[in-house]
């Protein structure tokens, strides 16, 4: 168990980065019971300002004192940034909440975990998508699958340019697959577009795992359109997931919530994963909905996909 910081009856929060995923994490500290948003970190000290000040915190441009302002801390920044500023966070003695991916080397991810573990702290990862498994039931189902696709599509944009499309959408997609099988891959085949350079826009990737899971995903941000679906075969059936309509079909025998959009944490799996990491922070929980561990997993598996894009 992570130990107890040392927090006042409310938790002080902090936001490194004032872009979009920095404004949702801002709101949701804004909301959260036992929680506030007391500061925004951001290199442009107009973009902190104008996310922090309409939510009652103060802006910062400068890391360290930014730091001193906060008990825990959200990491939304680009993904470079990751590992910098979740190291100085945890070195500073806070809480941490690491959007995806973790950091973008395994050297990065295990110094992390290490340094968590050494100060027992919480370290956070925000693969989201297993909330949304969560509220539907397919942790419980009681078979492990044999086969799963995912596609992940995106329209091109300014955002996330700074990695290759495996580690800003596969990513979600590989992690679930782990989350799923509990297995080992041992085999990665993948093939890779380059449009805007210099990282991978678009790759479609094969996976077999040790327990005789195939695995086959696709993740674009060059597409005319958004796609996010998923089809998980099981030896007794199958389940289809549309991620965006929040839709699914299910032929095996095991009973999933189809009104899981109607519960806490199918409605806003982002406020339900801050929220147990706001109660992990304050030594109320003692699992975290994705440890960092899990997320080195998935980084891990992502860095072997791009390596066989490279090799292909």
Same mark, same amino acid.
């Given at each position: 168990m992570s130990k107890t910081l040392p927090v006042s009856e409310t938790l002080e929060c902090g936001v490194v980065g004032a872009g979009v995923f920095g404004g949702y994490h801002a709101h949701q500290y804004a909301k959260l019971p036992g929680a506030r948003l007391a500061a925004v970190f951001d290199p442009h000290g107009e973009r902190a300002?104008?996310?922090?000040?309409?939510? %009652? +915190?103060?802006?910062?441009?400068?890391?360290?004192?930014?730091?001193?302002?906060?008990?825990?801390?959200?990491?939304?920044?680009?993904?470079?940034?990751?590992?910098?500023?979740?190291? &100085?966070?945890?070195?500073a003695g806070k809480a941490v909440y690491v959007e995806k991916p973790l950091a973008t080397t395994l050297d990065d991810a295990e110094?992390?975990?290490?340094?968590?573990?050494?100060?027992?702290?919480?370290?956070?990862?925000?693969?989201?998508?297993r909330m949304v498994f969560r509220a539907m039931g397919l942790f419980d189902v009681p078979e492990k699958p044999v086969?799963? #696709?995912?596609?992940?599509?995106?329209?091109? %944009?300014?955002?996330?340019?700074?990695?290759?499309?495996?580690?800003?959408? *596969?990513?979600?997609? @590989?992690? @679930?697959?782990?989350?799923?099988? %509990?297995?080992?891959?041992?085999?990665? #085949?993948? $093939?890779?577009?380059v449009l805007h350079g210099p990282f991978a826009d678009e790759v479609k990737a094969e996976a077999i795992f $040790? $327990?005789?899971?195939?695995?086959?995903?696709?993740?674009?941000?060059? &597409?005319?359109?958004? #796609?996010?679906? *998923?089809?998980?075969?099981?030896?007794? +059936?199958?389940?289809?997931? $549309?991620?965006?309509?929040?839709?699914?079909?299910?032929?095996t025998p095991f009973a999933l919530? /189809?009104?899981?959009?109607?519960? /806490?944490?199918?409605?806003?799996?982002?406020g339900a994963a801050l %929220? &147990?990491?706001?109660?992990?922070?304050?030594g109320e929980l003692d699992r975290l909905p994705a440890e960092a561990e899990e997320g080195a997993r998935a980084l891990d598996l992502a860095l072997a996909v791009e390596q066989a894009a490279e090799a292909g």
């Open positions: 300002e104008a996310l922090a000040g309409p939510l %009652g +915190g103060r802006a910062f441009t400068d890391l360290a004192a930014f730091l001193g302002a906060v008990d825990a801390v959200s990491i939304t920044s680009p993904a470079t940034t990751h590992a910098g500023a979740a190291l &100085a966070a945890l070195a110094a992390l975990i290490a340094r968590a573990r050494a100060a027992g702290l919480p370290l956070a990862v925000g693969h989201q998508e086969r799963l #696709e995912a596609i992940r599509r995106g329209t091109h %944009g300014p955002r996330n340019l700074d990695v290759s499309c495996v580690l800003d959408l *596969m990513i979600h997609d @590989l992690d @679930l697959a782990l989350a799923l099988s %509990g297995a080992e891959a041992v085999s990665v #085949e993948a $093939d890779a577009r $040790d $327990d005789g899971l195939i695995a086959l995903f696709e993740a674009s941000r060059i &597409a005319e359109a958004r #796609e996010r679906r *998923m089809r998980i075969v099981y030896p007794s +059936g199958e389940v289809e997931i $549309d991620f965006l309509t929040r839709a699914f079909r299910n032929t919530d /189809p009104d899981f959009n109607e519960t /806490p944490v199918g409605r806003d799996p982002l %929220g &147990a990491f706001v109660a992990a922070a304050r």
